[in-house]
């Protein structure tokens, strides 16, 4: 356990700088689909996207002496803006925020270590949906790319060691992190209903993530989840 905590906290003041920004290459792509379409004969709305996860940001596992444990946030928020294709198709972008949070314990016979890990993700989907035709609600499927960012990041480490001497470092870098952004493959399936002015669009998201945000390297029991499930409700005029 002694060799643990050592090399947990050389893993607080030696990890590398994570991640890597989003591509010039993906920036572009985004940018000539849209003057792709921008040509069309399409309708504009805007509007707001809330809704809850179905699945959790970490997965973690406690054991006796050391362990992580998360509260995922159950909220998603953002605005989003939809483009309507011809032949049923739409393009719709979004920014949505989720909040995120774990902790850590390390329990030996005279060192007690605790973290708490804060911060924020955004998650940026470039859809482009197919509405089946129907009077009032129509069916919808659609696919695409998203991009995650992380923001915000603080994580506070106290140490205790008996019988009185204790220390707390804070950083914007936490041990387990291994990327700041990832890029991930979305899939997407629900319903449009007209309602006067308004649309609702609830939905059923899957996202599956290239790389993950966190992991810790030297036991393995936390991670984030390259798996991603939401139920979503978009609110657009």
Known sequence: MMALLLRRREALHRNPEPGKPVTNGMRLLCLLFLGAVSALPQSFSFGVKAGVPLTDFFSTVQSPRFGFNSNTKRYIVGPMVQLGLPAGFALE???????????????????????????????????????????????????????????????????????????TTTTSNPAELQNTNTVGAVAVAGIDVHALFLHISPEVRYTYWGTQHFRDAVSGLLHSNRNQAEFLVGFTF
Request: aromatic fraction near 14%.
């Open 93 to 167: 972008f979004d920014a949505l925020y989720r909040r995120l949070n774990y902790e850590s314990r390390l329990t030996l016979v005279d060192v007690f270590t605790n973290s708490r890990t804060t911060g924020n993700a955004w998650e940026f989907p470039l859809l482009l949906k197919y509405r089946f035709h129907a009077p009032l609600v129509r069916p919808y499927v659609g696919g695409g790319v998203a991009w995650d960012t992380l923001s915000g990041l603080k994580q506070s480490v106290t140490n205790t060691i008996l019988p009185g001497r204790t220390t």
